[in-house]
């Protein structure tokens, strides 16, 4: 079975290189292209895709509303932001709209693939420096301190166990990896994560993992895993 993506951006080059690269895939089947966020949603519903890769800043509408407006749909594809700066503020906010991670736009061929693959599979994934490097935006700032009581706040609500899951969603820990350390099941850990999502109003364990994050309740992975979503 072939992923199907949708390319998003507003530069006519890059959304031919980037569907001549992922044709050459054999579980990747590119479905279309648009070059700005307002043609997303149509396009969207008409080809129904599994991926989109969508490009941050365009002209009408920039790649952030067009992710929001998106994941706020039901059954809503996937996204990876992509972008030309390594711009920390436009990344976070990107995840914070419900995008699944992120990728530059000059990442080789392959690791863009694999990416594709790894969030059509249910498990985007931030790498480890990029996973530190917003973990620290996300707490940083003269409102940090309020930042910090209002994620907690609402991680509040959650029952000791479900804290436990929120947790090690914010150390970047697979399902297999939550279960073998809680001594659950992965079906299990599933169910929690979907409890989880459902009270936090998240979209995605991104969210969740920046909320605990911004919570300070754990450090970023320096172990070399990535947060899994």
Do not use: C, H, W
């Amino acid at each position: 079975m072939t992923i199907g993506v949708l390319l998003v951006d507003d530069d006519a080059l890059v959304r031919s290189g980037l569907g001549f690269m992922l044709r050459a895939s054999t579980s990747i089947d590119v479905l279309g292209e648009v070059g700005d966020g307002d043609e997303v949603p149509a396009a969207v519903a008409t080809l129904r895709p599994d991926v989109v890769l969508m490009d941050i800043r365009m002209r009408r509408v920039d790649g952030i509303t067009a992710t929001r407006a998106l994941r706020a749909a039901p059954e809503p594809p996937e996204v990876i932001v992509l972008t030309t700066f390594d711009a920390d503020s436009d990344v976070l906010a990107a995840l914070q709209a419900g995008a699944a991670g992120y990728l530059l736009k000059d990442t080789p061929p392959a690791e863009i693939v694999r990416a594709v693959e790894t969030v059509a599979g249910g498990e985007p994934m931030l790498s480890p420096s990029v996973t530190r490097r917003l973990m620290e935006l996300a707490g940083a700032g003269s409102d940090a301190t309020t930042s910090r009581d209002s994620a907690r706040t609402r991680l509040a609500v959650l029952s000791e166990r479900e804290r436990e899951v929120a947790v090690a969603l914010g150390m970047g820990l697979s399902n297999a990896e939550i279960g073998a350390a809680a001594y659950l099941s992965t079906a299990t850990v599933k169910a929690y994560v979907s409890r989880l999502l459902e009270k936090l109003g998240a979209n995605n364990r991104v969210q969740v993992a920046l909320l605990v994050q911004q919570a300070d309740l754990t450090d970023p992975p320096t172990d070399g895993s990535a947060i899994r979503t």
